[in-house]
């Protein structure tokens, strides 16, 4: 590897300080886009899978900078809208769409579905390539359901309406991030990422 530099592909300040705080006693010095002067480089998502969109996009940055870098695709498939709306989570309602006009195009199609027809779960990909060009991903899942109206103020995206299980119905965007971070499908994925980089970094 080149450095202990990770780049963290992203423009999204939340999963940013997500996966930060989640790395944070890994020895890597991690790096934002604005920090490798990537500030607002637009990257074509244009993979079918969210394996396929991570490793667009850390590859592309890597390229760039010659860093190992980290990437993540994730969203929210909904087993009634037949895993909707899937890796068009963050555009569900339009390309520019905001995240609550994202979470009420979601709760309309939803809205004479009862509780037990709104599974859904989370989906997190990492991909990550390191400076040599070798690469893996690694996948995390967190299932629940979709609330019938958002709650809470924590979190982002469609955390006000996912309830995971084994919380008593607080959703996402309620149990706060420290938790969250302990159940989250990027919390997953990320703890497989670990490992797997561990046992490369190992092997070099």
Request: aromatic residues 8%; negative net charge; charged residues 30%.
């Amino acid at each position: 590897m080149k450095s202990n530099i990770a780049v963290i592909a992203t423009g999204n300040a939340h999963k940013m300080q997500e996966i930060g705080e989640i790395l944070k006693d890994f020895q890597l010095e991690i790096k934002s886009m604005k920090d490798v002067s990537l500030d607002g480089l637009e990257i074509i998502e244009d993979g079918s899978t969210f394996e396929e969109n991570a490793l667009i996009k850390a590859k592309t940055v890597m390229e760039r900078t010659g860093y190992m870098t980290i990437a993540d695709d994730s969203g929210l498939e909904v087993e009634y809208l037949d895993s909707q709306p899937g890796v068009y989570s963050a555009r569900f309602a339009g390309e520019q769409a905001t995240d609550e006009e994202n979470n009420h195009k979601l709760l309309n199609l939803l809205k004479d579905v009862p509780l037990e027809g709104r599974r859904a779960r989370f989906v997190c990909v990492i991909a990550v390539v390191m400076s040599n060009g070798e690469r893996f991903t690694v996948r995390g899942e967190v299932y629940g359901v979709i609330g019938f109206e958002p709650k809470g103020q924590a979190g982002f995206g469609y955390d006000p309406l996912f309830m995971p299980r084994c919380y008593d119905g607080l959703s996402f965007a309620e149990i706060g991030l420290e938790e969250k971070n302990k159940i989250s499908h990027r919390a997953n994925a990320l703890e497989k990422m670990k490992k797997e980089l561990s046992m490369r970094l190992r092997s070099e």
